[in-house]
């Protein structure tokens, strides 16, 4: 692999200051030391809690998701075979509806070709319920853990390494449908594959690993969990990179291109030939001397 | 003696000035022109056309786009040569660029990065070749069309318009060429994508194919071959051409808006020196500084973002550069599949019909546009003035329906970026695209003649009845009407300063000698033809028929004054009347 | 360009080439309006108005020119980037002088052309494009006594053979053209194999890591290569290097899916292809070779992003929509004894794009 192979050079170097290091350390122990002390009691309550938390899951669910889904999660077939009113949710764990419900796809709206991320319905803890009572129903992914996409603990070197290797995994298996630069792309009738801007690194990750409506799987035996903390980086890092090249009008590839090419271009141009050519204000008066 | 002194204007030329232009005495140019004389002998030449007559007109300066976007594209070209590679060989880019750094490329993927990245100015550079390749082919089509609908490409200029043809081709081709060279994702997917029309070809597709690749594709020869292509064959040729077309353009000298003191005789305008060179030079710099704006300000072909070229990978919305948009929308809505196999060997028309057939069958068309026209009409004459559309209403309306059927093609071309950004179904707009593509170009025909009628007929009215003015007048028993007013006479003039169309007759012609002309096939469809062309059209007024309108208008005026017959609205044109039949002015 | 002959400039001499049946116009041709004059021609104040604009334009162009090599010393490209509102400053600001400075310099021109220079009209005659009838007989005349002299017309062997001989000589320069496919590289019998073989592993794209059948999930989509696309001491396949490498990795491409067994429906002769739902096909699209992976899990069918064919996986990757004429060519699958998958055989027809002589070579 030459993919490997490297010698030099940091990432970003021009994002960071002499004192960057220092404040990224001092902020790092920050957050850990109260997400410790926010974290710690939950965990020791955690066993008592579960059984609480699915019993308001299934609350939340037969009031909001039963309808398509089945008052147990089982699913609703329409009168065509094979068609579905709301899939069965047995066995898509937690993960699935962290993402769905997380991202505000679900609960629909309004049936369609795909659910788009909207407003999110319900707060985190329901959220949690949710996917606590789904997750109860049949073991499936479960929700990652920050550490699970997040570089921390990287060298320098290995972070580089990673953003790189995530960059030719992402090429490989997601530009097809998100575009090159994550900015989503058409699908067959009617379908579209979602910008990836601005998503955050936990629900890219349960994508991947839950495959939500008609995205394909990439299980941790297809794209192992580094992998995908890999293409998560990247996509983070370019979103990080300064655009060297000026704006990027929408990051489409040369439809748009074509698009301003025809507008700032022609347009300005024919518009400097218009007032080249037009006639300039007249005197009334005449010339005396001639 | 200097130059300018010798130089008798007089006899070139005649000015609207109240004084001549004035010649200077000898100073140093003219000491430096007559050292040049003596050795080149430029006098001569030089005495006519550097105050050769140019007219003044925006859509003139449309070529003039294409030109300097031309120029800016050698400057900016010749920077890029200095770094780039157009090798395939293989490296480990180890760069500024930190999301590739370690990926293996080739050489010329890699030298693209490293004038992006680590060249001052190169970004800027590469930036600004892309942009000024866009303008320069987007500029000619421009120019194109204003030619055509013109009727700027009639005799004796038929010639001219093949070549700006060929070189609305090359300049296509050398995009291709040119953009396909940083080997990055997009560019080798277009590649790809050639490589697959290659091998489309019947008998020596596959063939074809390894010649050009130097084997199976992709090899590692394509790269350095394009850049050949790109860099010295076809800009040797386009330069040749395009020095040809400047030099018909000079020698026929250009063609001019009919208008008072403006005929098929002269040409009305300003000299190349000083005010026309001052024009075209300041819109030089006008054209280059656009481009360099854009350069710094629009992002174009971040071939970083792609990666390089893997035959593996492919991203969505892979589209080529606007100008091969349409043979590759065609592409894109060709039914499922037309292949057949044929004694053993196959035969794929879904990819010769879009990129084979059809692409080249357009330009042959486009260039034998002129020569149709002059075989229908059998114009033999010169033609200086230009038409405006309206009055060559059919060939107005070809023009438009081939640009809708362009139009649809290219739209087809980004079909998923519209599903995307209008939220609909790439498959619906499919659908509608394959039935629009032949339907579109016939409705935009019909509805762009009709137009073009009216408009005439517009235009007759005015010359007949005047101009609406915004009056509007009450009569004693409360009609209402809008007052018309004559228009001026340059204006009527201008309105008239057009031919007669006239409708050939097969076998109606007899010669001199009163013996009748055969009747042959080609004639027969010939008159068809020009009927087909002409029958419609609206024709300029006669000098009895302005004369009477023009009397009857203050005998109409006279009439309502005196309350002769009820005020219909009409007292002051004659609209009343040509709603009957009795005014035989508007049809021919 | 000294065509210009003004002994046949005259109005008259091009009234020739207008036909005479040309009826009178209606209304008379007025001539060129008067010239009147520009308040820069006749107010000395207007004048120096306009100049002092060029003048400013030209200096700011000028500082604009200095700027740029302000901007071009100051900001640094390469490993440290310097940016500008999330914009890189080198290239903006590169940009934005010379674009400014180009600009003012162009803007400046045409503002003294339109204000400052003289702008009286002039009028050129036209000249018809032939050439005077005596020129034409002239040039007739001049061409056949070249011809007589020659004698070519009177010799045909002569003339024959040399025609001949220069016509011969378009095959030497055809025939140059041969090796820019040298030798065994113009075989294309090769497109109808790929480096797949009996009991090569199918391993994941990029990490070249064998797949192991247990792992894979229903819904997942796995962009695959063959093994020997990545040459291990381990794995023993021999280095590829160069155009070869290229060429097989852009024939070997392979896309993976699972699916529930029951939606696939079963195609003739393939019914030992698949693993247990795991089924494989070719990447690369019939229509003109773009790689597709744009799949949907829950309709199995894949897009091509360059001209939307759509094949349905569970079908024998049918063509369902756009312009492609064949289904993918599907790669036969096993599993080996550790559990990974590997391929049954190359594929049984040539990949990618259709061609001629594809049928004869399936």
């Known amino acids: 692999m030459r993919l490997l192979n490297r010698t030099a050079g940091r990432l970003s170097r021009h994002r960071r200051g002499p004192l960057a290091g220092l404040v990224v350390l001092l902020l790092g122990l920050l957050i850990s030391g109260s997400l410790y002390t926010a974290l710690a009691p939950a965990q020791a309550q955690n066993q008592a809690s579960e059984t609480d938390q699915v019993a308001q899951g299934k609350e939340l669910f037969l009031a909001s998701c039963a309808f398509c889904h089945g008052k147990n999660g089982e699913g609703v077939p329409t009168v065509r075979d094979g068609y579905q009113l709301g899939p069965s949710l047995v066995g898509v ?102 910008s990836l801007h601005g998503v955050e690194g936990k629900y890219i990750f349960e994508a991947l690993l839950t495959g939500p409506q008609n995205m394909p799987n990439f299980s941790n035996g297809n794209l192992s969990p580094e992998e995908k903390r890999d293409v998560i980086a990247y996509l983070g890092s370019i979103q990080d990179t300064p655009e060297y090249a000026g704006f990027t009008l929408g990051g489409l590839g040369p439809v748009s291109e074509g698009l301003f090419a025809w507008l700032v271009g022609i347009g300005g141009l024919v518009g400097g030939a218009v007032w080249i050519a037009s006639h300039t204000t007249r005197s009334k008066k005449s010339k005396v001397d001639a | 003696m200097s130059t300018d002194s010798r130089l008798d204007t007089s006899k070139i030329a005649t000015t609207n000035g109240t004084s001549a232009a004035t010649t200077s005495k000898p100073g140093a140019a003219g000491s430096l022109a007559t050292w040049a004389d003596d050795r080149l002998g430029l006098a001569a030449a030089m005495k006519k056309n550097l105050r050769k007559v140019f007219p003044d007109h925006w859509s003139f300066m449309l070529g003039e786009i294409a030109l300097w976007s031309f120029v ?126 290659l091998k489309a070809t019947p008998v020596a597709g596959a063939y074809m194919s390894f010649l050009l690749f130097g084997g199976e594709f992709p090899g590692e020869s394509i790269i350095p071959r394009l850049y050949i292509i790109h860099v010295l064959l076809i800009p040797g040729i386009l330069l040749a051409l395009i020095a040809a077309h400047m030099l018909l353009l000079v020698y026929h000298k250009h063609t001019q808006w009919p208008g008072p003191g403006r005929t ?38 971040p071939v970083w973002k792609f990666g390089p070229y893997d035959p593996t990978k492919v991203t969505a919305g892979s589209q080529p550069d606007w100008y091969m948009g349409w043979p590759d929308g065609l592409l894109r809505i ?110 935009a025909f019909w509805i762009t003649r009709r137009w073009c009628i009216s408009l005439q007929r517009h235009d007759n009215d005015k010359l007949l009845h005047g101009y609406e003015t915004g009056i509007i007048t009450r009569s004693p028993d409360g009609a209402y009407a809008e007052r018309h007013l004559p228009i001026s006479e340059s204006a009527a003039y201008t309105l008239t300063a057009r031919d007669r169309d006239e409708v050939f007759h097969a076998g109606g012609d007899t010669d001199a000698a009163g013996v009748a002309a055969p009747n042959s096939r080609s004639e027969r469809v010939r008159a068809r033809l020009s009927s087909w062309m002409y029958s419609n059209n609206v024709q300029k007024p006669t000098r009895a028929e302005l004369e009477a309108a023009h009397h009857h208008a203050e005998h109409e005026a006279e009439l309502t004054s005196g309350l002769d017959h009820p005020v219909d609205g009409h007292q002051f044109d004659d609209h009343r009347l040509r709603d009957t039949d009795e005014v035989p002015l508007r049809d021919h | 360009m000294s065509n210009d002959n003004l002994s046949d400039n005259t109005p008259a001499a091009y009234e020739s080439h207008v036909p005479a049946h040309r009826e009178a116009e209606p209304i008379a041709d007025p001539g060129l309006p008067p010239h009147t004059w520009r308040p820069t021609d006749v107010d000395p104040k207007a004048e120096k108005r306009a100049e002092r604009q060029v003048a400013a334009m030209f200096i700011a162009a000028m500082i604009s020119a200095v700027l740029f090599v302000v901007a071009y010393f100051s900001f640094e490209v390469g490993d440290n980037w310097d940016t500008f509102a999330g914009l890189g400053a080198s290239t903006l600001t590169l940009g934005v002088t010379l674009g400014v400075s180009l600009l003012l310099i162009g803007i400046g021109i045409i503002h003294l052309a339109r204000k400052l220079m003289a702008d009286a009209e002039m009028v050129e005659m036209r000249h018809p494009a032939a050439s005077p009838q005596e020129d ?69 794209d990029v990490v070249g890591t064998p797949i192991l059948a247990s792992e894979i999930e229903i819904g997942d989509l796995i962009n695959g290569a063959p093994e020997a696309m990545f040459p291990t001491e381990e794995n023993g396949y021999p280095e590829l290097e160069g155009a070869e490498e290229q060429s097989e990795k852009a024939k ?111």
């Not at chain 1, 290995?158 to 997601?174: S, Y």
């Not at chain 2, 026309?276 to 054209?287: D, E, L, N, Q, T």
């Not at chain 3, 247990?276 to 229509?287: E, N, P, V």
């Open chain 2, 264 to 301: 098929e005789q002269n040409v009305v305008g300003y000299p190349m020196l000083p005010v026309y060179a001052a024009k075209a030079g300041g819109f030089f710099f006008m054209v280059f500084g656009v481009i360099a704006l854009m350069g710094g300000l629009l992002s174009i072909n």
């Open chain 3, 252 to 362: 070997g491409a392979i896309i993976i899916v699972r699916m529930d067994p029951d939606d696939i429906i079963p195609a003739k002769g393939r019914e030992k292809w698949t693993v247990d739902g795991i089924i494989c096909y070719s990447k690369i699209c019939t229509h003109v070779g773009c790689p597709i992976s744009l799949y949907e899990r829950t309709t199995h069918h894949v897009l091509c992003p360059c001209h939307q064919s759509t094949f349905d996986l569970a079908d024998a990757a049918k063509v369902v929509f756009g312009p492609a004429a064949r289904p993918l060519p599907q790669l036969p699958i096993k599993v080996d004894e550790e559990g990974y998958l590997v391929a049954q055989s190359d594929f049984t027809e040539p990949i990618g794009a259709s061609y001629w002589q594809r049928e004869k070579q399936s």
């Open chain 2, 334 to 443: 060709m039914p499922t599949g037309w292949e057949s196999v044929i004694f053993g060997y196959t035969i794929s028309w879904n990819v010769m019909l879009p990129i084979l057939i059809v692409p080249p069958l357009m330009l042959v068309v486009l260039m034998l546009l002129p020569f149709l026209e002059g075989w229908i009409t059998g114009d033999k004459r010169d033609h200086h003035l230009l038409q405006r559309p309206r009055n060559a209403p059919t060939r107005t309306a070809v023009m438009v329906a081939l640009m809708t059927f362009y139009g649809l093609a290219w739209a087809a071309g980004g079909n998923d970026i519209i599903a995307i950004k209008l939220h609909a179904s790439i498959n619906q707009i499919t659908y509608f695209m394959r039935v629009a593509i032949f339907l579109g170009p016939i409705l």
């Open chain 3, 136 to 204: 034409r007989d002239a040039t007739v005349a001049a061409l056949n006594a070249g011809l007589d002299e020659a004698g070519i017309g009177r010799r045909p062997l002569v003339r024959n053979t040399m025609i001949g001989a220069v016509g011969v000589l378009g095959l030497p320069a055809v025939v140059l053209l041969r090796d820019l496919a040298p030798g065994s590289a113009l075989d294309v019998g090769r497109l109808a194999h790929t480096i797949w073989e009996p009991g090569m592993r199918l391993v994941r």
């Open chain 1, 93 to 194: 764990g937690a993960a699935a509806v962290d993402f769905q419900v997380g991202t505000g796809r679900m609960p629909l709206a309004s049936p369609g070709a795909q659910a788009p991320r909207k407003k999110v319905a319900f707060n985190d803890e329901e959220v949690a319920a949710l996917a606590a009572y789904v997750a109860s129903l049949a073991p499936g992914p479960a929700i990652p853990n920050e550490s699970d996409y997040s570089l921390e603990g990287l060298s320098e070197d290995e972070r580089d390494e990673a953003i790189t290797r995530g960059g030719q995994i992402f090429l490989t298996n997601c530009t097809a449908c998100h575009n090159f630069n994550g900015a989503g792309g058409a699908m067959p009738r009617g379908g579209y594959a979602p």
């Open chain 2, 72 to 197: 800016v594209l050698l400057l900016t070209g010749v920077f890029l040569t200095l770094w780039f590679n157009p090798s395939m060989g293989h490296v480990t880019y180890e760069g500024s660029y930190d999301q590739l750094r370690g990926v293996g490329m080739s050489e010329s993927m890699s030298s693209t990065l490293h004038i992006s990245f680590d060249v001052r100015g190169g970004l800027l550079m590469r930036q600004m070749h892309h942009w000024a390749a866009m303008i320069f082919v987007a500029s000619m089509m421009v120019h194109l069309l204003r030619v055509a609908f013109t009727g700027a490409y009639r005799k004796p200029r038929e010639l001219n318009w093949v070549i700006g043809c060929v070189l609305l081709l090359l300049g296509t081709l050398e995009g291709f060429t040119g953009y396909s060279l940083p080997d990055d994702l997009l560019s080798g997917t277009g590649v790809r994508a050639a490589d697959g029309f």
